[in-house]
């Protein structure tokens, strides 16, 4: 049996891809993309999953609607998919702390920068390099972690490395921290999780 995953995305989906290139070229054994869930209708993420068979579930939170209602039916989707694994895969919303106490060490997530700089709330997309690029530093990176309580705060699992180059902007610094970072760590470490899942839940 494998651990079963929900990927869940409000976007391009390029994360989302580098999953899919994963599992096609046999790197993901222990884990099966299951399932993957948008909060946005019009994420070309959900292009991508359907061209590589993978189900697809909306979950639309409507504009100052309780994020509870959200969470619930989010809920019953992943339990009506007996979803074993929740992989964020730039998934714009942070979810409450009663949400992940239901999956403990059973999300993770992607965050392009190097945990602990530019993160936490308010920190997403090219928010995060035009942050670091405003700081100046040089070196930045990604960083996949467990997700808990704290926005960005779970115990990190994977981290790379990526230089800034001088000309760089917002756009071409995300770029190269995704071709860099991001496709690589992702996949490993959903492996990896997927992996402990399994031993878990057959022992
Ligand atoms: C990625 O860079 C991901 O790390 C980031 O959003 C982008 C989504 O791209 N996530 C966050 O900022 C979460 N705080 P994608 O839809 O092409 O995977």
Known sequence: MK???AVL???????????????????????ELALVVSNNADA??????????IPVALCLREKGAPRADFEA????????NRIDMIVLAGFMAILSSDFVARYPERIINIHPS???????????????????LDYGVKVTGATVH??????????????KAV????????????????????????????????????SDLSS
């Open 3 to 5: 651990t079963r995953i």
């Open 9 to 31: 995305v409000s976007g391009g989906g390029t994360n989302l891809q580098a999953l899919i290139d994963a599992r096609d070229r046999g790197e993901l054994p222990h884990g």
């Open 44 to 53: 070309f993420a959900i292009e991508r999953a359907r061209k590589a068979g």
């Open 73 to 80: 039916r989010l809920l019953d989707i992943l339990s009506e």
């Open 114 to 132: 190097l945990i602990p700089s530019f993160c936490g709330e308010g920190f997403y997309g090219l928010r995060v390099h035009q942050a670091a």
């Open 146 to 159: 467990y997700v808990n309580e704290i926005p960005d705060g779970g115990r990190i699992i994977a981290q």
């Open 163 to 198: 230089d800034i180059q001088p000309d760089d902007t917002p756009e071409t610094l995300q770029r190269r921290v995704m071709e860099q970072a991001e496709w690589i760590l992702l996949p490993r470490a959903t492996e990896e999780v997927a992996r402990k899942i399994n």
